[in-house]
């Protein structure tokens, strides 16, 4: 191949995409080619435009990636950093997220655009980065700490070329917390700051100002939806999804125990908060809630246990992942009714409708809970009963998890998983389509995030989530005074997407209310608030970016070694000059 071809290709601004598409197989969507290339378009006073900027020479002060779970906002981001590293824009990129999504983020920005991030794990890792190039990868709860907060500000400002904030949400706190002060000090260093969320507005004033402190007034913002997304040929991508919830009904004993239990709860000497989260964790299973009570019993001290811990996603672990997990002591109050053998009422209804599921439904089945002590404790129901499962937790490291998935995937034999919230965040596993919520989190951005592992891109059936709760539970009021309303909402509209957007219309404070037994009310005009709130770059000619594609697989194909990704960023401003072109075409 001549010089002149190669420069061709080489300049022009769609060549990530066909890196991408060729090298990496990966699937070329008309949202993400609008979100990267699209042309300015202001909706609602909000600034809409593609990340590239028009003359392609520099980079964008402020961005918010506001797409909604499942439509691939890691590939978007992949691709816009390979374009800014292809013309000599990004040498310094820095990428914070919940701890459980990092090594995620590392093998995307691998998978998708050949990029290689490293991972900060600890610490000291602070201290062996060249503040002259690095490419790093950091858990939003270490970046906050001392030694992070030091790394920061040895940098001079807009040093970092590119940061890039995932699951933003939790960083936009209207309170002065230490995630807050963090990111106003990547803000400082920073020439550009993306925010990537699918939550970004939830009735807050105060997020939504310090959203423009942060990213200016004028901020690019995207935000799609699922029901709008088609693929290059112009058809819908995604198929509906369907909530059924299942009420478990007590018989006289369970009655009976879950009765003593809740009294017994109400006698205790302890802020109601944390009866609160007795009372959450009884409707979870009772083996979670004697690993709890014995835990808060023993070790006379609660403070780990406040709501944080139940509503946060970031921390990357159970909220009981150190209690310790083997036969805890039974209250008197029950010791004659219950024992470790009986099967608890949700466990019944698995262990007697599991191969009906599975006939039914003709999926593998993911069961998902909050707690480690509840998935320890179907574990053991499960091995008793033979029946066949994987499961994954936030202990499991990062790497081992997406093992798991892939043999969970691959095995005809296995066909029932069980993950805990923090284990499922970052797995993708559209392969199945059949979700039982085995409880109910109350943090209702927990909910969309469960929903967004198997309803998301390559999604190829209709998704059904089967909600299971204990009647006269905590769960139970979830469900009766938050679920139904969601449910009854989306039979009168007509559509389903409304579940993908609980978190924009109940906050902590609403859960408190619901599982404090006091109905809330939904406010409808959110709804219309939400459709208004869609934002997409004006769309360009799809059939160049086609034709581009179509025309130079081949030529790449025939000279790898001339587009070797490592090699081309590591000397993309001397090919650039080379080529006599200082930027993408």
């Known amino acids: ?76 981001i992949s691709l816009y950093l390979l374009y800014l590293k292809l013309r000599g824009l990004a040498n310094n990129v820095l990428i914070a997220s919940p701890k459980s999504i990092t090594y995620q983020w590392r093998n995307e920005l691998l998978d998708k655009a050949g990029l290689k991030f490293k991972v900060i794990n600890s610490g000291r890792d602070f201290e062996k980065i060249n503040n002259n190039k690095f490419n790093i990868i950091v858990s939003i709860d270490l970046l906050k700490t001392t030694k992070g907060i030091q790394f920061i500000d040895k940098l001079n400002n807009y040093q970092i070329d590119v940061a890039v904030i995932d699951e933003a949400h939790h960083v936009l706190s209207a309170n002065d917390t230490l995630r807050r002060r963090m990111i106003i000090k990547v803000r400082e260093k920073s020439k550009s700051l993306l925010l990537a969320t699918a939550t970004p507005f939830r009735g807050v004033k105060e997020e939504e100002e310090f959203i423009r402190h942060l990213l200016g007034q ?54 109601n908060i944390i009866k609160l989260i007795l009372k959450k964790r ?70 007697r409708n599991i191969n ?53 995937k691959n095995d005809k034999e296995i066909n029932v998983l069980l993950a805990t919230d923090v284990a499922g965040e970052g797995l993708n596993m559209q392969f199945a389509n059949l979700q039982i919520n085995y409880d109910l989190p109350w943090s209702p951005l927990k909910l969309e995030q469960r929903f967004g592992r198997l309803h998301r891109y390559g999604q190829k ?23 139904n309303k969601f449910y009854e909402i989306s039979k009168r ?6 579940f993908d957007y609980i978190g924009d219309f109940v906050g902590e404070r609403e859960i408190l209310q ?18 208004s709130s869609v934002a997409s770059p004006k769309e360009i000619n799809l059939d160049y970016v086609k034709e581009f594609i179509m025309k130079n697989e081949y030529i790449l194909n025939k000279n790898k070694e001339l587009f070797n990704i490592i090699y081309l960023i590591d000397n993309a401003r001397q090919i650039a000059e080379e080529c006599n072109t200082k930027y993408i075409s």
């Open 218 to 271: 004028e901020y690019i913002f995207i935000r799609r939806i699922k029901e709008n997304i088609v693929d290059m040929d112009g058809n819908p991508i995604f198929k509906p999804r369907k909530s059924i919830t299942v009420k478990i009904e007590l018989n006289f004993r369970w009655n009976f125990i879950y009765d003593r239990l809740n009294k017994m709860i109400d006698q205790l000497n302890t802020e």
């Open 1 to 76: 191949m001549n010089n002149e071809k190669f420069c061709e290709i080489f300049s022009n601004k769609f060549f990530p995409l066909l890196y991408a598409k060729h090298f990496k197989n990966v699937d070329i969507l008309p949202h993400q080619v609008y979100a990267l290339y699209g042309l300015k378009n202001v909706i609602n006073g909000k600034v809409s435009s593609g990340l590239v900027t028009e003359t392609g020479n520099s980079i964008p002060y402020g961005v918010l990636l506001a797409d909604e779970t499942g439509l691939g906002k890691t590939v978007i």
């Open 461 to 483: 059936k209709t998704v059904y989530l089967i909600n299971l709760y204990v009647e006269n539970t905590l769960d139970s009021r979830i469900v009766e005074l938050l679920i």
């Open 356 to 408: 009906r599921l599975l006939e039914e439904y003709k999926s593998k089945i993911i069961i998902f809970t909050e707690y480690l002590s509840t998935l320890r404790r179907l574990e053991s129901v499960f091995e008793r009963h033979n029946i066949r499962f994987l499961s994954v937790n936030g202990k499991i490291r990062q790497n081992d998890r997406h093992e798991i998935i892939r043999r969970f």
């Open 514 to 531: 619901v599982i404090q037994g006091n109905p809330i009310s939904i406010d409808m005009n959110k709804i219309s608030y939400i459709r």
């Open 493 to 498: 509209l007509g559509v389903d997407w409304i």
């Open 282 to 351: 009884l409707a979870s299973s009772v083996y979670s809630f004697l690993v709890t009570y014995n835990h808060i019993i023993d070790s006379k001290n609660i403070a780990s246990d406040k709501i944080t811990a139940e509503t946060d996603d970031v921390l990357g672990k159970e909220p009981d992942s150190k209690y310790q997990f083997t036969y805890p002591k039974v209250p008197p109050a029950i010791e004659d009714y219950y024992n470790f053998d009986l099967l608890e009422p949700k466990e019944e209804y698995l262990i």
